[in-house]
């Protein structure tokens, strides 16, 4: 079974720190992709970072930063130089290629506070 | 933002009732897909469109159904509401259906009373 497993419910760190919220996941299948979404109260999902499965470098957008290692099935996210604005839900979820349907299987969330 | 939109943002229904959750993807997007996120979970995968067609589906019974436009647009119809409805739900759109990033609407929160 494909399944996302975020066992942080919550997490708090200072302002200007590094956080790492973390990802495992489960599958038999060779490719896949996995993803960091954001989610503020607003509620919609900001998407921040993307790993495939056969990608050999971790990916890294802005201050985003992917730690996967296949090997143990996760896929941690790092946020460098926290800000206030990064406090919101993350998620962390996985897409399944070779299907017909490329459905987002999503982990429960983590919800980070920034404090000054 | 993402360029797709959902309305209305917020709705109250009586159980039974029936509702319709409306989603204007990104131009030229021809896959949507519909999430349930129901309070302190993930989102769950509703079903998914491509080309007017459904292309997937979650564990959602058959009151949950859809409609997708050729102008971009689509639907999300639930009959018969349950309390256990209620949630956020989220269209998200990509150009294809093999596309690494699909683009989130801002949901619609919907309470069943």
């Known amino acids: 079974a494909q399944k996302i497993t975020q066992t942080q419910p919550g997490m708090f760190v200072q302002e200007k720190e590094a956080v790492t919220l973390d990802c495992t996941y489960d599958t038999s299948d060779q490719s896949y992709g996995l993803f960091w979404y954001k989610q503020p109260s607003s509620g919609e999902m900001i998407f921040l970072i993307y790993?495939?499965?056969?990608?050999?470098q971790n990916a890294t957008e802005g201050r985003y930063s992917l730690n996967f290692q296949k090997a143990r099935k996760s896929a941690n996210l790092v946020i460098s130089a926290s800000q206030l604005g990064d406090s919101a839900m993350y998620f962390c979820a996985m897409r399944v290629y070779g299907g017909a349907t490329n459905k987002l299987i999503f982990g429960t969330g983590t919800l980070l506070a920034v404090q000054p | 933002e993402t360029g797709v939109t959902q309305s209305p943002t917020h709705l109250i229904k009586t159980r039974g009732q029936q509702v319709t959750l409306r989603c204007s993807s990104q131009s030229g997007h021809n896959t949507v897909s519909w999430y349930q996120q129901a309070l302190g979970q993930g989102p769950q995968f509703i079903f998914q469109y491509y080309r007017e067609e459904e292309n997937g589906r979650g564990n959602f019974p058959p009151r949950f159904s859809g409609l997708q436009f050729p102008n971009y647009s689509s639907e999300l119809n639930v009959n018969a509401l349950e309390l256990d409805d209620s949630a956020l739900y989220l269209c998200?759109?990509?150009?294809?259906?093999?596309?690494?990033?699909?683009?989130f609407g801002q949901g619609t929160r919907l309470t069943v009373v």
């Open positions: 998200a759109s990509s150009l294809d259906r093999g596309d690494t990033e699909a683009f």
């Open positions: 790993q495939g499965s056969y990608d050999e």
